[in-house]
């Protein structure tokens, strides 16, 4: 707020610039008059006037999702479900991440949702894939291993299939 920024427009999105750091990206919009307000990039103004989100412009356009949830289970905590928004932004978590985190608490029955808890289970969702990860590379790092062994053991037969080939070859050669 205060500041000049420099925008780029590119044929497909605009790009905001403070400097040399990219404030925001925009899919470009060609409507006259069109806004294309994304609520992540308000996040921190509202942190400063919590009771303001849901008369916001940003909030009006938010995902159904996202507002279902904070309806759901922040209606009378605005600053700490901000806050939450803010926290998965910067640890690089979509508003999916939040909503798949808020699902996958409904299924084991929680039925009153926290920010700690959608917090927890976004780093459970990312530990498990990292584990998903870790379990690939070493299942191929096995099988690599498998397929070595499994191409000397054939390379070795080969050698003495060979052998045993030209053995016969000369023995048959010198019986006649």
């Known amino acids: 707020m205060g500041e000049k920024l420099l925008v780029k ?13 990219k404030v925001a990206s925009h ?7 069109d806004w294309c307000i994304i609520l992540e990039h308000y996040l921190r103004t509202l942190l400063r006037k919590p009771s303001a989100l849901t008369n916001s412009v940003v909030w009006h356009n938010a995902p159904g999702g996202i507002k279902k949830l ?3 289970h922040f209606s009378d905590q605005n600053k700490e479900f901000i806050t939450l928004l803010i926290y998965a932004k910067e640890k690089g978590f979509a508003q999916t991440n939040i909503m798949e985190a ?3 608490l409904t299924k084991r029955g929680v039925r009153k949702v926290s920010a700690e808890q959608i917090k927890a289970m976004l780093h ?21 291993n498998i397929e070595k062994e499994a191409t000397g053991t054939l390379e070795g037969i080969t050698a003495l299939m060979g052998t045993a080939n030209s053995e016969s070859l000369i023995y048959n050669s010198i019986k006649i």
């Open 9 to 21: 427009i590119y044929s497909e999105k605009i790009v905001i610039l403070n400097g040399w750091e």
């Open 27 to 33: 899919q470009r919009s060609y409507s006259s008059g």
């Open 70 to 72: 904070y309806q759901n």
């Open 102 to 104: 808020y699902r996958e």
């Open 124 to 144: 459970g969702q990312t530990t498990q894939d990292s584990e998903r990860v870790g379990q690939h590379t070493l299942l191929t790092i096995q099988e690599e």
